[in-house]
């Protein structure tokens, strides 16, 4: 496949890929807390999470306005999600405080980037992710590698060829759905 610049589509695939199995994120003490502390919507403001996750002065920033533009695009099509975590600001309106945003396929969810404005909003975004995934008869979520921060909350690494089996499998069942919160 080509882009419309006429260069190769490229497919990150690190081996090993990092994955977080849906019965094994761990919630730690402290975490459970901050659950409490923020509310959680889905697809409610998409380009507001990628904008957030594609922040300039974050460090090995990637995300420019074509990419946005491309997955807003999925989006509107279904096909790209986001979670957002939101707290009461000191003025008493409602501030995007934490999110998460990736593509699904089938039952497949490829977690794309997260970003926080508040300690823990990113690690609540997560676990909202997972419970919805969950939900909404995923099998598969893809975070590409593992890191510490993924680690933590209970990704893990799984070769190149059990990746792949998995895809296939989750690739082939039915649209996941995540649904829409009006929150």
Request: with cysteine.
């Amino acid at each position: 496949m080509r882009l419309a610049t006429g260069g190769p589509l490229g497919w990150w695939s690190p081996d090993p890929r990092g994955i977080v199995p849906l019965d094994g994120v761990r919630v730690s003490r402290t975490l459970r807390r901050s659950l409490a502390r923020f509310s959680v919507t889905v697809n409610t403001e998409f380009e507001a999470v990628m904008r957030a996750c594609g922040d300039p002065s974050r460090l090995h920033g990637w995300i420019d306005e074509s990419f946005i533009k491309a997955y807003v695009g999925l989006h509107e099509r279904g096909r790209a999600h986001s979670v957002e975590v939101w707290t009461n600001g000191a003025d008493g309106k409602r501030e995007l405080a934490g999110g998460i945003y990736g593509v699904a396929l089938g039952g497949l969810f490829a977690g794309e980037s997260m970003f926080h404005r508040r300690t823990d909003a990113s690690k609540v975004a997560f676990v909202g992710l997972v419970e919805r995934l969950r939900a909404g008869g995923a099998s598969l979520f893809d975070v590409q590698w593992c890191t510490a921060h993924l680690e933590s909350l209970g990704a893990v690494e799984v070769s190149r060829t059990r990746y792949l089996e998995l895809l296939a499998d989750a690739v082939a069942r039915p649209q996941l759905d995540l649904g829409r919160n009006r929150g």
